[in-house]
């Protein structure tokens, strides 16, 4: 810092900013007056030391359109300043590029402002260059990267939307297109929505314009012209409908402020893209907004519009009562105005109107004499910014790689919302096509965690059910906490799918290290060792292992080999039953595991679909290292390919309570005579002998004889037996098989 001390208390003493080219910027004085225009006791002389810091630094760097680097940090305080935010985020906002373009550091910057700014530049500033296999791995990571700080502290995220902003502003100074196109598509699908979610519209309609022009410039410049066209020919009936909306309100003693709009041609083309329907179908290009007192005054307001004009069904939203995710309150109602035209007309309060514009930032305001968040009031009006993001950190904990990270990030910041609530009456907000699971780990994770079942307005319902609006869920739980079958296929949020993915892994290592540790007790027992006499951690540190824990695991998993592990721990065991003759854990021999501690299928151990083994069939299993152990029928085919290989091989048997606790499919091959009513009569035989039809299939149709093939769910053999039996005392029933290839389906307590 000694090299640089100088230069910056001269520069501290320059009065202005040079406006390069022409170009009006925010001079030192001007900056700091709109701070304390909000903030009167904000620190003046730290405001002026950030300033000329952020010149002094950047220096004769340059930007693209030829103005002086420093000129974007100042344009994105001045941004910040509209939202009125607390100093040390205007502060952070000039400083916010210097750490990765100059050679400031973060000490630096503690040691002249604070740690409060320091932390913030930290969280904002540009990720470096990350070694990645492509462009969008690296964009993956740095959104992680970026979503941790935000959690954080909101303020990272609203510097950042700033500095998008700007950057954006001149997009069309960046020399290569490539570039303009990338920026531009990352900005369509991180930035926008992501203020979009913190209730920041005005940053949010730009951003995606400025995006929209860039990508799809014919398409944006053809809807301007639309609208210009639209506003021109209706330019008498908005002046009248105006004029009524004000005369209708004053007669019937509503005071407000009456303003018109257009809608923005990118949400224009947003409908266009997934709703369908043509430009003229369109019912909001014109809205108007009506700025009422109370929130009394706003339902008396919609009371008397509809008493005018005719409400068209199905375009009324309140969301007064039930506020959007980004704290956004307002009634909307369409009606059918003069000239036939269909007019949306939204009714709010100031506070309303500018949490709508503003979002999160519209809560920074003095609150015990101290200029800050007021967290408080922004829970009161419906926006926690902690809770906005709180699916996002969900998935940063619990989440996969990076990339799926991204896409479901992608798709909780597009979904709208459906609201449903807990028997208790507590409003549970949810993206649309959310379901039972999604809803129960909204609740709290233990709840998602031991869902096995759901009641819909009273009513017991699948977990596939999407959920509507208004629904009252009861979650139907169960002590044992186990990750649902085809979970992938039964939730859509982020949080949901963190939640399974960590739940399934904590279930995943349980069951491999039963498995290893039944693999190490077996093992010992053939070498002449009682396992309740050996101390496991002993054996782990003997191969350089860090933990009981971890040898199980990577026993279980196959990565570690028993006749090496035991050699280095009782080398004089093992030799000796080498001396005799036996086989002390493979070979010849095949590894048979104890039922001490049972295992389930579909996490260690996978139901070969093959085969389809049924609780009651001889069976035996195959491990091939990191994949755990696929369970075959004794005689089935594939294992021939196995012949070679006994290290691998695994005797196995079912557990007995495997057939009243789970649910196995088998797939059979039934012909039926063409007779009227005979496959009604199957169908009936198989439910009455206990079996669960869950699929049926013509594999073969002829002029005398109808192939079916059925999937059927049964606890055991026994009862397929029990089933084929049933079938083949039918008349109508020439032949019945059982066929190989059914998967295993699920616990009985699953959906």
């Not at 279930?507 to 060792?529: T, V």
Request: net charge negative.
């Amino acid at each position: 810092m000694a090299d640089d001390t100088s230069e910056f208390h001269t520069a501290l003493r320059e009065p202005s900013l040079p406006t390069g080219k022409g170009r009006r910027f925010l001079r030192q004085y001007e900056l700091v007056e709109r701070v304390l225009s909000y903030q009167p006791d904000a620190d003046e002389d730290a405001l002026n030391r950030a300033y000329v810091y952020a010149m002094v630094k950047h220096g004769s760097q340059k930007r693209h359109s030829g103005d002086p680097y420093y000129a974007h940090p100042v344009s994105v305080a001045g941004i910040l300043t509209d939202l009125k935010l607390d100093y040390s985020t205007i502060i952070a906002g000039l400083l916010h590029d210097t750490v990765e373009d100059t050679d400031a550091t973060l000490e630096e910057i503690e040691e002249i402002f604070s740690k409060d700014v320091a932390e913030l530049v930290d969280g904002v500033t540009k990720l470096t260059q990350l070694e990645s296999s492509s462009r969008a791995a690296k964009q993956a990571e740095n959104f992680q990267k970026f979503i941790l700080a935000t959690t954080k502290d909101i303020r990272v995220l609203l510097v950042k939307l700033a500095d998008r902003l700007h950057n954006m502003r001149t997009i069309k100074f960046m020399p290569k297109p490539e570039s303009r196109l990338r920026i531009a598509q990352e900005t369509i699908d991180i930035y926008a929505p992501l203020a979009r979610r913190t209730g920041l519209s005005i940053f949010a309609g730009e951003l995606e314009d400025l995006a929209f022009s860039v990508l799809n410039p014919e398409a944006r410049e053809t809807i301007e012209k639309r609208l210009a066209e639209m506003a021109a020919d209706a330019v008498d009936d908005i002046e009248r409908i105006q004029s009524d909306i004000e005369v209708l309100m004053s007669v019937n003693g509503i005071t407000g402020d009456i303003r018109g709009r257009l809608k923005r041609p990118y949400s224009i083309w947003r409908k266009l893209e997934t709703k369908a329907i043509s430009f003229k179908d369109l019912g909001d290009i014109f809205a108007f907004r009506l700025i009422v007192p109370s929130v009394a005054d706003c339902y008396r307001a919609l009371g008397i519009a509809h008493q005018h004009w005719a409400a068209l069904s199905g375009r009324f939203k309140d969301y007064i009562s039930v506020p959007k995710p980004n704290g956004y309150q307002s009634i909307h109602t369409t009606f059918q105005g003069p000239g036939n035209r269909r007019v949306e007309l939204q009714i709010r309060t100031p506070q309303m109107d500018e949490i709508a514009a503003r979002g999160i930032a519209a809560h920074w305001r003095y609150k015990n004499k101290s200029y800050g968040f007021d967290k408080a009031g922004a829970k009161e009006a419906g926006l926690d910014p902690e809770d906005s993001l709180l699916s996002f950190a969900d998935m940063l904990e619990h989440g996969a790689d990076p990339e799926e990270f991204l896409e479901h990030a992608k798709m909780e910041m597009y979904r709208d919302t459906v609201f449903a609530f807990t028997p208790r009456g507590r409003l549970v907000k949810l993206p649309v096509g959310a379901m039972p699971l999604d809803f129960a780990y909204a609740v709290h994770t233990a709840v998602g965690d031991q869902c096995v079942g759901v009641r819909i307005n009273g009513v017991e319902r699948p977990l596939r059910t999407l959920i509507q609006n208004g629904d009252t869920i009861e979650i139907i739980r169960n002590e044992r906490v186990e990750p649902p079958a085809n979970w992938r296929s039964l939730v859509v949020t982020g949080r949901a799918r963190s939640a399974i993915r960590r739940l399934t892994r904590d279930k995943e290592q349980e069951e491999f290290m039963k498995l290893g540790r039944q693999k190490l007790n077996l093992a010992l027992r053939r070498i002449g060792l009682d396992p309740i006499d050996i101390k496991f951690r002993e054996i782990a540190a003997q191969n350089s292992i860090d933990s009981t824990e971890e040898m199980l695991e990577e026993l279980g998993r196959g990565f570690i080999d028993l006749k090496e592990l035991l050699s280095k721990t009782f080398p004089e065991q093992v030799e000796s039953e080498m001396l005799e003759g036996r086989h002390v854990i493979d070979d010849d021999e095949t590894q048979t595991l104890l039922s001490g501690e049972r295992l389930q299928p579909g996490i260690a151990l996978h139901l070969s679909e093959c085969c389809s083994p049924l609780p009651g069939d001889r069976i035996v299993g195959v491990q091939k290292p990191g994949k755990g152990v696929d369970v075959h029928v004794i005689d089935c085919e594939q294992l021939v390919l196995y012949e070679d290989e006994p290290e691998v091989w695994v005797d196995l048997s079912w557990d007995p309570i495997a057939s009243t606790d789970f649910f196995a499919v088998s797939r059979v091959l039934i012909t039926i005579s063409n007779q009227r009513g005979s496959l009604a009569v199957v169908c009936k035989t198989i439910s009455e002998a206990s079996g669960n039809i869950i699929n049926v299939a013509i594999r073969n149709r002829g002029e005398d004889f109808f192939d079916f093939q059925f999937d059927i769910e049964v606890e055991d053999k026994r009862r397929l037996t029990q089933i084929i039996a049933a079938l083949r005392a039918l008349s109508a029933v020439e032949n019945v098989e059982r066929i190989r290839g059914a998967k295993f389906a699920a616990s009985k307590h699953d959906d």
